[in-house]
């Protein structure tokens, strides 16, 4: 990650998967509300979603600790180098062990999807723990570090072990769409936030910024504020349109049905008359 592009995929992952949750946890409120009376067993696009979910998080996680591992400068799956009596790259090991939590998140989810056996709520304890660890291995990676880079990376911390914690709550707090909109909202603040980390310590027009000032120290804090309110706008809006789109495409499919039904109905009711009229 020491560089703009190892801010800028983990921010892209969050973000989409931030996307990818809203849409998820809004089709599933809008079945739950408006058409669980009317069919009993809950679709199959739903448990298409965890698989495609649940895969693409280990896929992601094994190629992130596949890259942090063998990069050209990477340890290469050593830990500790005798001859020198040092450890080898500890910063890609912590985000190796990062990776290795959400594919264990993954791995859950698919676990739940597919087996009746596994505990409810298994699969949202899983990416609660992965969260924890994240936020966990960020809060001893700032250690000294330069004022703002360490406070931009603990400002971080916020939406990582509030994820944690709202993601810890679905496990005793089924089917609350507050909860499962402020899980995806934080995903997508982290998300942007790994994207400002990386505006401010990597800069792509080449000024560097003054890693002592203060002044920088609390307009990165005001800025904070700002993706938040981005996040929220966001969600917000994803939420309105999947769930316009939703009932758009139930009230198609209600009229297809009905009209099938009429259909059905005069069949039913012209080969009455045509037997009638046989007998007559």
Not at 1 to 10: C, E, L, R, V, Y
Not at 35 to 62: C, T, V
Not at 111 to 116: D, E, L, V
Not at 212 to 241: G, K
């Amino acid at each position: 990650m020491a560089n703009f592009g190892g801010h800028a995929i983990p921010g892209s992952f969050f973000l989409l998967y931030g996307f990818w949750l809203t849409v998820k946890n809004i089709l599933q409120h809008f079945w739950r509300t408006r058409l669980a009376k009317k069919q009993n067993n809950m679709p199959h696009l739903f448990k298409r979603m965890d698989y495609i979910e649940g895969g693409f998080k280990i896929f992601a996680s094994f190629v992130g600790i596949m890259v942090e591992q063998f990069v050209v400068d990477g340890p290469h799956a050593h830990l500790f180098d005798k001859e020198n009596n040092s450890w080898v790259k500890l910063m890609n090991w912590q985000h190796s062990t990062m990776y290795l939590f959400f594919g264990i998140s993954g791995i859950t989810l698919l676990a739940s999807t597919t087996s009746k056996l596994v505990p409810a709520g298994v699969d949202r304890f899983g990416l609660s723990l992965a969260l924890f660890v994240e936020g966990f291995l960020f809060y001893y990676h700032v250690h000294s570090r330069p004022l703002l880079d360490a406070h931009i990376h603990t400002l971080l911390l916020f939406p990582v072990f509030g994820g944690s914690v709202s993601t810890m709550m679905e496990v005793f707090i089924k089917e609350n769409i507050i909860l499962e909109l402020l899980k995806a909202c934080l995903f997508i603040l982290q998300g942007s936030w790994f994207y400002q980390i990386g505006f401010v310590l990597y800069p792509l027009n080449g000024s560097e910024w003054d890693l002592t000032l203060h002044e920088n120290v609390m307009f990165v804090t005001m800025c904070f504020c700002w993706h938040l309110t981005m996040a929220l706008l966001l969600v917000a809006c994803t939420s309105t349109v999947a769930w316009f789109m939703a009932t758009r495409f139930s009230k198609r499919e209600w009229d297809i049905e009905i009209g099938m039904q009429k259909t059905s109905s005069q069949t039913s009711s012209q080969k009455a008359l045509l037997e009638e009229s046989d007998e007559e």
